[in-house]
């Protein structure tokens, strides 16, 4: 199964979301590819905290090389193996595989998509299908080539027999509703993009699914200490609601939220269940990516309406 994460805005939690997604797949035993195609700015390395790929690898092996054809070998690090987090490379027999394909330290965005790199670009996602069970790919932020090219890869013959879902992360603001409503259904948004590299718009709609990030709680204080802002944030979380109901962002598109964690307002990385016990995340931040990452596999949370 395909997976492109990608959001409108930047800065929404997209890579962290999609790292822990990643981690939580591999946990639950499935072998997981994480392939970083947010080529300007390369992330997933540090957030699998692997010092030689902290940026990009430096071999001149990363994604954007190798979708330039100037490598023909992709470069891959073993999470497992490589990371610096002890507890990551001792994750047990019953997880699965987590395989980085990392992005090119100094890496830039692509110009065009053109059809030399969807050729590979569709090799490559091939080739990862059939050897994992889940193939997570950061897209970056925006209307970008990297989206571009996932979409027209995807709808060449090869690969369109395959599950491909498509995720859109924003945080829970006015702005960053109608933003990722536009990404999808806005003018050169995904659906339209979609539709011009040869998907069928009503399917591929179908494939995708909002993520709401770092979701603030309604309830800072008692409503008892202060009523007035406690009736305030409810008021300001049904308007939300609305406002993403009324731009196709409902209950019945959202794949789920997760909340505000501490942890992550610190420093990007992947919450293990240790960290969990140890009473340095919340538990419900766990429980958010684990729910995520079962709803993700799940037929039913896919089904057409
Ligand atoms: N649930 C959360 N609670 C608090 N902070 C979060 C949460 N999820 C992500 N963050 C933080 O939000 C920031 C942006 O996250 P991240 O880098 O994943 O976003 P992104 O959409 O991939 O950004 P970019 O477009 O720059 O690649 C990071 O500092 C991250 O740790
Ligand atoms: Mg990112």
């Given at each position: 199964m395909l997976i492109?994460?990608?959001?409108?805005?930047?800065?929404?939690?997209?890579?962290?979301?999609?790292c822990n997604l990643a981690y939580r797949l591999c946990v639950s035993g499935r072998n997981v590819a994480y392939v970083d195609f947010d080529f300007g700015s390369p992330t997933a390395g540090a957030l699998f905290e692997i010092s030689e790929v902290e940026r990009g690898t430096p071999r001149g092996d990363g994604m954007h090389s190798y979708l330039l054809g100037e490598t023909g070998v992709a470069a891959r690090v073993d999470v497992r193996a490589d990371s610096d987090r002890h507890a990551l490379r001792r994750l047990g027999p019953r997880a699965?595989?987590?395989?980085?394909?990392?992005?090119?330290?100094?890496?830039?965005?692509?110009?065009?998509a053109d059809d030399a790199v969807v050729t590979r670009c569709a090799a490559l996602l091939l080739a990862l299908e059939q050897?994992?069970?889940?193939?997570?790919?950061?897209?970056?932020?925006?209307?970008?080539?990297?989206?571009?090219?996932a979409l027209k890869a995807t709808a060449l013959p090869q690969l369109r027999s395959f599950t491909a879902r498509w995720l859109i992360f924003h945080r829970w603001t006015r702005q960053h509703i109608l933003a990722a409503s536009g990404l999808v259904h806005g003018p050169h948004g995904l659906v339209q993009a979609g539709k011009e590299c040869g998907h069928d718009p009503a399917e591929l709609l179908e494939s995708v699914r909002f993520v709401r990030t770092a979701v603030p709680s309604t309830t800072l204080h008692s409503s008892v200490e202060r009523?007035?802002?406690?009736?305030?944030l409810l008021e300001q979380n049904a308007a939300l609601r609305r406002l993403a109901s009324v731009n196709q962002l409902g209950a019945s598109t959202l794949l789920g939220e997760t909340p505000v964690e501490p942890m992550l307002q610190w420093r990007e990385q992947v919450?293990?269940?240790m960290d969990v016990s140890a009473k340095i995340a919340n538990e419900e931040t766990a429980a958010a990516y684990t729910d995520l990452a079962r709803k993700l596999l799940d037929n039913a949370t896919w089904e057409r309406f």
């Open positions: 492109f994460s990608t959001s409108d805005k930047g800065g929404t939690g997209r890579s962290v979301t999609s699965g595989k987590l395989v980085l394909l990392p992005g090119d330290e100094g890496g830039a965005e692509f110009l065009t050897e994992f069970k889940v193939v997570i790919v950061d897209l970056s932020a925006g209307r970008s080539v990297a989206l571009e090219l009523p007035a802002q406690a009736a305030w919450i293990l269940d």
